[in-house]
């Protein structure tokens, strides 16, 4: 993954948020506050104008830092503190410089997927954003240690995400706003889920065309 890469990631996740933002409020309306779209649309733009701004970092942890720092102080609610400790963690395990290969980038999905579940105490099941990112690092690895590419990778896992959100539906809310329903939770799927899917599927559009 190039520095470059990296900021179009998060450029493309911005539109695709943005697209879909009156999707994620109507599904975050069932089960929650009804603004998951716009908090998280609000903080990808503070994201995208801080990348974009000059001398924005282009080594990738600098990069990943600054992205979790303006998620973190834009995105309201359990999502900014999730989505901006994955970041911060995910920096840790990228280098100061402006390439890292595969298993770097793994490895850092790996700390950002760690950090969600630390902050939020989120456990497969609890119908939350775990629900995708989990199995979606455990599809990403995998494919990556049996010889498939990067690119090839990424595509699979952004396909796989999809399935995964659709998958809480029936699940019954035990974390976060939701948990307050208890059984009515169900048949509703997870605003964040869907938002992590189309995080999975910003990766590929980036990374399988680059």
């Known amino acids: 993954m190039t520095s470059e890469q990296f900021r179009r990631i998060w450029f493309r996740f911005g539109e695709l948020v943005t697209e879909h933002r009156d999707e994620l409020n109507r599904l975050d309306a069932a089960i929650g506050d009804a603004d ?24 990738l942890a600098a990069s990943c830092r600054q992205v979790g720092m303006a998620l973190l102080s834009t995105v309201g609610g359990a999502s900014g503190a999730l989505w901006g400790s994955a970041l911060l963690r995910a920096a840790g395990a990228l280098p100061e410089a402006e390439t890292c290969d595969t298993a770097t980038a793994v490895a850092a999905a790996r700390q950002a997927v760690d950090a969600i579940q630390s902050r939020g105490h989120a456990e497969l099941g609890d119908k939350t954003m ?20 990067g690119r090839k990778a990424a595509v699979a896992v952004a396909e796989r995400a999809v399935t995964l959100a659709d998958e809480t539906a029936p699940l019954v809310a035990r974390r976060g706003r939701a948990s307050y329903l208890g059984a009515r939770s169900a048949g509703h799927v997870d605003p964040g889920s869907v938002s992590t899917a189309l995080f999975w599927r910003a990766v590929a559009d980036i990374v399988a065309t680059s």
């Open 36 to 59: 998951h779209g716009t908090n998280l649309a609000r903080g990808l733009a503070k994201v995208a104008a801080d990348l974009g701004a000059d001398g924005s970092p282009t080594h």
């Open 130 to 149: 775990v629900d995708v990112w989990r199995p979606a690092l455990a599809l990403l690895e995998a494919s990556v240690a049996e010889g498939m590419s």
